[in-house]
């Protein structure tokens, strides 16, 4: 059975980092597209960063981009997410997804459980 599960979340203060995991199983990881969303109460679920099979190959949100760095690890079958300098508009769930476009929202074959970020002071 495919599983994603994520991992890192916690509460920071503004300016702290926190780096979050998303371990992959039960299907072909090293042919899937992997992206991290966000979503906060009321508002909608957003793209927040993205990577292709290519690890060369990434997207970010303008909201996130120099201070959030995506990477993955095909061996062990892992997704990461460096936030730093982190905000309190960053406060959201957190989501890992497989499948799709690296670069764009779209259709996702897989989704993660979710983990609560909350930067606040």
């Known amino acids: 059975q495919a599983q994603l599960v994520e991992s890192g979340g916690g509460l920071v203060q503004p300016g702290e980092s926190l780096r979050l995991s998303c371990a992959a199983s039960g299907f072909a990881f090293w042919l899937s597209a992997m992206t991290w969303y966000r979503q906060a109460p009321g508002k909608e679920r957003e793209l927040v960063a993205g990577?292709?099979?290519?690890?060369?190959?990434?997207y970010y949100a303008g909201s996130v981009k120099g201070r959030f760095t995506i990477s993955r690890n095909n061996a062990e079958k892992t997704v990461y997410l460096q936030m730093n300098s982190l905000k309190p508009e960053d406060t959201a769930v957190y989501y890992c997804?497989?499948?799709?476009?690296?670069?764009?929202?779209?259709?996702?074959?897989?989704w993660g459980q979710g983990t609560q970020v909350t930067v606040s002071s």
């Open positions: 990577i292709h099979i290519t690890t060369i190959d990434t």
């Open positions: 997804a497989a499948g799709g476009r690296y670069y764009s929202d779209s259709e996702r074959d897989y």
